[in-house]
């Protein structure tokens, strides 16, 4: 006859221990994880506008040399008429659907006039401002949030006519030196081939929204982004939009929403919003919380619907 011999409770215990021991530095471990991948900064490039100035200044150099001409410059756009801003409050829809949304008219002489900023002057991952504040230190007299690059690692990233990430992953939009905008699959080029071209600025969120003049199909099935952390674009949110009626002649759009007195819009309805302004070309931007506008220093619209303005990664801004 066998008999069974219970396990001692100190063996017991020290299992318990164990597994909860087990456990706790897993917790740890994401923890320590997602304060890296969504918190820590990560800088890349710092003095960004620095970076940019030297760089600016090797071109002029390489060109008094006879080598390749060198792109325009701030300093050379400088000389040219300062840019037409026209800001206008407007709505979109009617009853408990409607959305007040935003529009910067924006008239250049030239489009290096219309300029990307980073927070802190920095590039690189979880490097946040307000808009308004990085508008400010750049004396924007107009901004908006860009694409909040700092979110993800991917993308093409050219700001200023400077390479500052080369990871295609999605549509993108680059606005070219000639003051034209188009949209374009990333992975089907690079950043170099791009800025070889001429590119002046890339955005990279999306989708784009209006091309040729005419909305895109199937935006309001697209999702930007599936890494952790990434909230869905659909439904009716706050939105934040760029679209080129003309050569060096753009709307910057931003919609509110989530609050009773805006509901926000979709995606198809902001390329309808953009179309109606007479965009041929048109590129959504990161939006919700981030959607912000600023003009002659002030906020203009209800950030979040409650006013309060989210750190983001870089803006877009005309002096």
Known sequence: MTSTIPARPHRLRRRIVAGVATFLLVLAAIAAW?????????????????????????????????????PTTTEDAAD?????????????????????Y????????????????????????????????????????????????????????????VVYRDEPAREGAVIWADGTMEVYDETTTSAQELLDAGAWQTLSFGPALVDDGAIVDGIDSVEVD????????????PRTAIGM???????????????????????????????DLGATEAYNLDGGGSSTMVSDGTVVNVPGGRGEERGTSDILWVG
């Open 34 to 70: 997602a304060l890296d991948r969504y918190v820590v900064d990560h800088v890349e490039v710092a003095h960004a506008s620095a970076y940019e100035a030297e760089l600016a200044a090797a071109d002029a150099a390489s060109d008094e040399n006879g080598d390749d001409a060198a």
């Open 80 to 100: 040219e008429d300062a840019p037409d801003v026209t800001v206008t409050e407007r709505t979109y829809g009617s009853g408990s659907d409607q959305a007040t």
């Open 102 to 161: 935003y529009v910067a008219d924006v008239v250049l002489s030239d489009i290096t006039q219309l300029r990307s900023a980073f927070a802190d002057d920095a590039f690189g991952e979880n490097i946040v401002e307000y808009p308004s504040d990085i508008a400010a230190e750049v004396g924007a007299a107009l901004a908006i949030n860009g694409d909040y690059y700092g979110f993800r690692t991917t993308g093409i990233e050219i700001r200023n006519g």
């Open 226 to 237: 599936t890494n952790f952390g990434n909230h869905s674009i659909q439904g009716d949110q």
């Open 245 to 275: 009626i003309d050569a060096n002649h753009y709307v910057l759009v931003v919609v509110d929403g989530r609050s009773s007195t805006s509901a926000g819009v979709t995606l198809t309805e902001l390329a309808q919003i953009m179309v």
